[in-house]
């Protein structure tokens, strides 16, 4: 997951759904990975400035490793001569620069959301009901050059900011320089806008995003985990950091593997004297995803339910210090509950009820330990509205394709004769694209994919350069049609012809002796059904079984 999420791969994953879907992923700046795309990223922003000569655009050049703020900076044109010294130190992503955000107080701020990923297979997606926003310290100006190296102003990172002698801790879950998120909408609701409007677009944001790494995460997942093992068998909270514009559209800034879970911040007592105090916004929404996240996931719950009962007391009875504190904030807290109310509508048509409601059910009686807990605060998205959104998942179609065809328990990249068997099982090659031509394409695309890998584990063929020689396969079958299209034909299409080999083989399975060889051919050369396999070929079978396999996949 740490790996998924860092900039580049998160930006190549998200790209890889913007040529496929571009209005449906158009939540993520456009984005140059450095150095292997400097050139291409010179070139396009000349040509959009030689089109619109008024086009004033500021780029946000951010480490691919960097956290917490850490090397970020902007520049005004691809000329900056810090740009010339990262193409000499580490990767990094160059993105647009968003600069009309919607402003609280005349501060940008964004909005941490945590996001549960309870599991890959199926795919089951949690977002917590409330979150946090951070602000700048400094009163926001638009991009010019003599603001740029203004961080307090452009970067809205928690860690650069906690340093500026404007930051405010504050006691009020509404004001200061770090709130809750439902504080903001409470604001924004009271201005009249539509917050249910705004939770759907988060939301939407959320699964997409989600659903452009997961491809790649099973690719990740197959290679580590043990065959055969029933459910889910891990799971990770995410930090995903975004920003509202101007015109209350989110867009995506990054995703972050290792949200900080921290709940309190260091205050100076004195010169060099720092002490630890409870910060009430963090408790306010850590406690709740990190408790709810135990309730969704521990296997156990009932058992240590009755052993640990401790751990499920609410929140107000384990830190007395801070709860002392809410007394003064019981009228801002009942104007939240009124908003959160809202929050709580369904965003998205669906008809289905989320299984969380399992819990709030069981937490209703009394006999149940989790009785005296709050209702649960994480949301189930997905599949919740899984009908809205599954046509999205061409890739992840294509990495089962993919994985099909690695071989190897543990591998993650394809090998020639892997990709040849593809090719040969899916009928993709002809007159047109002889064998030979397909092992150029793919020392061609393995050859430049594995050029832009720092970390080279193993050779052969890596997810996103099958997708790149998919899409070229999908281009050259389907001609008239635009690319998702494309590319669903030729899934279907693979799709349809292994499923007509799955069938060929378990119809020759039952029809073979009870000593499990196939009835002898009389031709001493032909190859054994295990060969015949490796090479992409079905086992021989009787006429019957053929007819009948073909007669139930007609083509109409």
Same mark, same amino acid.
């Given at each position: 997951?740490?790996?998924?999420?860092?900039?580049?791969?998160?930006?190549?994953?998200?790209?890889?759904?913007?040529?496929?879907?571009?209005?449906?992923?158009?939540?993520?700046?456009?984005?140059?990975?450095?150095?292997?795309?400097?050139?291409?990223?010179?070139?396009?922003?000349?040509?959009?400035?030689?089109?619109?000569? /008024?086009?004033?655009?500021?780029?946000?050049?951010?480490?691919?490793?960097?956290?917490?703020? %850490?090397?970020?900076?902007?520049?005004?044109?691809?000329?900056?001569?810090?740009?010339?010294?990262?193409?000499?130190?580490?990767?990094?992503?160059?993105?647009?620069?968003?600069?009309?955000?919607?402003?609280?107080?005349?501060?940008?701020?964004?909005?941490?959301?945590?996001?549960?990923?309870? *599991?890959?297979?199926?795919?089951?997606?949690?977002?917590?009901?409330?979150?946090?926003?951070?602000?700048?310290?400094?009163?926001?100006?638009?991009?010019?050059?003599?603001?740029?190296?203004?961080?307090?102003?452009?970067?809205?990172?928690?860690?650069?900011?906690?340093?500026?002698?404007?930051?405010?801790? *504050?006691? /009020?879950? /509404?004001?200061?320089?770090?709130?809750?998120?439902?504080?903001?909408?409470?604001?924004? *609701?009271?201005?009249?806008?539509?917050?249910?409007?705004?939770?759907?677009?988060?939301?939407?944001?959320?699964?997409?995003?989600?659903?452009?790494?997961?491809?790649?995460?099973?690719?990740?997942?197959?290679?580590?985990?043990?065959?055969?093992?029933?459910?889910?068998?891990?799971?990770?909270?995410?930090?995903?950091?975004?920003?509202?514009?101007?015109?209350?559209?989110?867009?995506?800034?990054?995703?972050?593997?290792?949200?900080?879970?921290?709940?309190?911040?260091?205050?100076?007592?004195?010169?060099?004297?720092?002490?630890?105090?409870?910060?009430?916004?963090?408790?306010?929404?850590?406690?709740?995803?990190?408790?709810?996240?135990?309730?969704?996931?521990?296997?156990?719950?009932?058992?240590?339910?009755?052993?640990?009962? =401790?751990?499920?007391?609410?929140?107000?009875?384990?830190?007395?210090?801070?709860?002392?504190?809410?007394?003064?904030?019981?009228?801002?807290?009942?104007?939240?509950?009124?908003?959160?109310?809202?929050?709580?509508?369904? $965003?998205?048509?669906?008809?289905?009820? $989320?299984?969380?409601? =399992?819990?709030? /059910?069981?937490?209703?009686?009394?006999?149940?330990?989790?009785?005296?807990? $709050?209702?649960?605060?994480?949301? &189930?998205?997905?599949?919740?509205?899984?009908? &809205?959104?599954?046509?999205?998942?061409?890739? =992840?179609?294509?990495?089962?394709?993919?994985?099909?065809?690695?071989?190897?328990?543990?591998?993650?990249?394809?090998?020639?004769?892997?990709?040849?068997?593809?090719?040969?099982?899916?009928?993709?090659?002809?007159?047109?694209?002889?064998?030979?031509?397909? %092992?150029?394409?793919?020392?061609?695309?393995?050859?430049?994919?594995?050029?832009?890998?720092?970390?080279?584990?193993?050779?052969?063929?890596?997810?996103?350069?099958?997708?790149?020689?998919?899409?070229?396969?999908?281009?050259?079958?389907?001609?008239?049609?635009?690319?998702?299209?494309?590319?669903?034909?030729?899934?279907?299409?693979?799709?349809?012809?292994?499923?007509?080999?799955?069938?060929?083989?378990?119809?020759?399975?039952?029809?073979?002796?009870?000593?499990?060889?196939?009835?002898?051919?009389?031709?001493?050369?032909?190859?054994?059904?295990?060969? &015949?396999?490796?090479?992409?070929?079905?086992?021989?079978?009787?006429?019957?079984?053929?007819?009948?396999?073909?007669?139930?996949?007609?083509?109409?």
């Amino acid at each position: 997951m740490t790996e998924m999420v860092r900039k580049i791969t998160l930006s190549r994953a998200v790209r890889i759904m913007q040529n496929l879907f571009p209005e449906e992923y158009n939540f993520y700046p456009r984005s140059w990975i450095l150095p292997d795309e400097f050139q291409l990223f010179v070139a396009q922003v000349r040509m959009v400035k030689d089109g619109d000569p /008024s086009w004033k655009p500021t780029f946000i050049v951010k480490p691919d490793s960097g956290c917490q703020g %850490d090397g970020i900076y902007l520049i005004k044109d691809p000329s900056d001569i810090r740009l010339a010294g990262t193409l000499q130190s580490r990767p990094a992503v160059v993105q647009e620069y968003i600069c009309k955000p919607l402003l609280i107080d005349k501060l940008k701020f964004d909005i941490r959301l945590y996001v549960l990923l309870k *599991s890959l297979e199926p795919l089951e997606i949690y977002i917590a009901k409330d979150g946090l926003s951070r602000f700048c310290t400094e009163p926001y100006q638009e991009p010019h050059p003599r603001n740029l190296h203004h961080i307090f102003m452009h970067l809205t990172n928690y860690s650069l900011n906690i340093h500026s002698g404007n930051f405010v801790h *504050s006691d /009020s879950t /509404s004001t200061g320089s770090k709130r809750t998120f439902s504080s903001i909408l409470c604001r924004l *609701s009271s201005k009249g806008v539509d917050i249910k409007k705004v939770w759907s677009d988060i939301i939407s944001l959320v699964i997409k995003t989600v659903i452009a790494l997961t491809p790649e995460l099973r690719v990740f997942y197959q290679s580590d985990i043990p065959a055969g093992r029933p459910g889910p068998t891990c799971f990770q909270i995410l930090g995903f950091d975004i920003l509202l514009m101007k015109n209350l559209k989110p867009i995506l800034l990054e995703v972050n593997a290792n949200p900080s879970m921290r709940i309190e911040h260091e205050q100076e007592l004195s010169p060099g004297v720092f002490e630890n105090v409870p910060s009430l916004v963090d408790e306010e929404v850590k406690v709740a995803v990190i408790r709810d996240t135990l309730r969704l996931m521990d296997p156990f719950k009932k058992k240590r339910e009755n052993h640990f009962p =401790d751990i499920y007391m609410d929140r107000k009875h384990r830190f007395p210090p801070v709860s002392d504190r809410m007394s003064s904030l019981k009228l801002q807290l009942s104007k939240l509950s009124i908003v959160r109310s809202q929050q709580l509508g369904k $965003p998205l048509a669906s008809k289905e009820e $989320p299984p969380d409601s =399992d819990l709030a /059910s069981a937490s209703a009686g009394g006999a149940s330990p989790e009785g005296h807990l $709050p209702s649960i605060c994480l949301k &189930q998205v997905f599949p919740k509205y899984a009908k &809205q959104f599954n046509y999205l998942r061409l890739v =992840d179609r294509m990495a089962n394709l993919f994985i099909r065809f690695l071989g190897i328990k543990g591998t993650m990249k394809l090998g020639p004769t892997g990709f040849r068997t593809f090719i040969r099982n899916c009928k993709l090659s002809s007159g047109s694209l002889s064998m030979a031509a397909v %092992d150029i394409l793919y020392i061609d695309i393995t050859r430049r994919w594995n050029s832009m890998t720092v970390v080279h584990q193993d050779s052969g063929m890596g997810l996103q350069a099958f997708v790149e020689a998919f899409f070229y396969l999908a281009q050259r079958k389907f001609k008239m049609l635009p690319l998702h299209e494309q590319v669903a034909s030729l899934i279907d299409l693979c799709e349809y012809h292994l499923s007509l080999l799955d069938e060929k083989r378990l119809v020759c399975g039952r029809s073979a002796p009870s000593g499990g060889r196939p009835p002898h051919s009389g031709t001493p050369q032909e190859a054994t059904p295990t060969a &015949q396999l490796a090479e992409g070929h079905p086992p021989p079978c009787t006429n019957s079984a053929l007819k009948l396999s073909h007669s139930r996949h007609a083509l109409s």
